[in-house]
């Protein structure tokens, strides 16, 4: 499989649940991004890791939270949601070390909070 | 902070015509990118061109071309001999450059204009 890949594409979850979404990229990129799309609001950035180290954190509540076991797989568990939660999050990752470089999105994860 | 506005929430354009979506920024840097990126209906965002402010000529790739007025701080996208496979969300993003030893920024997005070409 090439690109960023993204599981599950759908996801619809309670507020008292877990679960998790994934990211795997395979472009041989060193910098990964979780991005979270709502309607008619301008993407916003969440995490960002290079070379497995979160070197951003953007505000993002403590109900989000990231893993990077290596730099090809990004995670995010999600646990106790709340409704203003569902949207698109998106995964992007880039290379390193270099100005101006193309972020490569996978196609999303449709998240809704019941 | 930077921020990036996209004034147009929805276009349309006939099939071979050509359309100018707009697209302005504010920032402080004088070394920073800015970039149109393409989201297609259920479909992955990708890079449709970018251009890097230090250089005066406008990028283009074939029929994407940009407008960009530095001073203005303007960073329009003029897609000629508009095609059906051209409707797509469209969102514009800023970048700054990295300070010699730092990290790059991050890309800041606009809110994205949704263009619709009809046959």
């Known amino acids: 499989e090439t690109g960023v890949t993204q599981t599950p594409r759908h996801l619809v979850m309670g507020m008292t649940n877990k679960k998790s979404l994934k990211c795997e990229q395979h472009l041989g990129h060193n910098a990964m991004y979780w991005y979270k799309q709502s309607a008619k609001k301008p993407l916003e950035l969440m995490f960002v890791?290079?070379?497995?180290?979160?070197?951003e954190n953007n505000s993002v509540p403590s109900r989000f939270s990231p893993e990077c076991p290596n730099s090809s797989h990004l995670f995010l568990h999600l646990h106790t949601l709340q409704p203003e939660d569902s949207a698109l999050y998106l995964c992007?990752?880039?290379?390193?070390?270099?100005?101006?470089?193309?972020?490569?999105f996978g196609p999303g994860t449709r998240l809704t909070v019941l | 902070a930077q921020t990036v506005t996209q004034s147009q929430p929805e276009m349309s354009v006939q099939e071979a015509e050509t359309v100018t979506l707009s697209c302005t920024y504010d920032t402080s840097e004088n070394n920073y990118y800015l970039f149109w990126y393409k989201q297609p209906p259920s479909r992955q965002m990708i890079l449709v061109i970018r251009q890097e402010a230090y250089k005066q000529q406008n990028a283009t790739e074939n029929r994407f071309s940009v407008n960009f007025q530095k001073a203005a701080k303007s960073f329009s996208l003029k897609i000629s001999d508009s095609q059906l496979g051209d409707t797509a969300m469209y969102f514009c993003a800023f970048m700054k450059h990295a300070n010699y030893g730092g990290s790059q920024g991050n890309l800041i997005f606009g809110k994205g204009t949704k263009l619709s070409v009809k046959p």
């Open positions: 890791y290079n070379f497995k180290e979160q070197t």
């Open positions: 992007a990752s880039s290379p390193s070390g270099s100005n101006h470089n193309e972020q490569f």
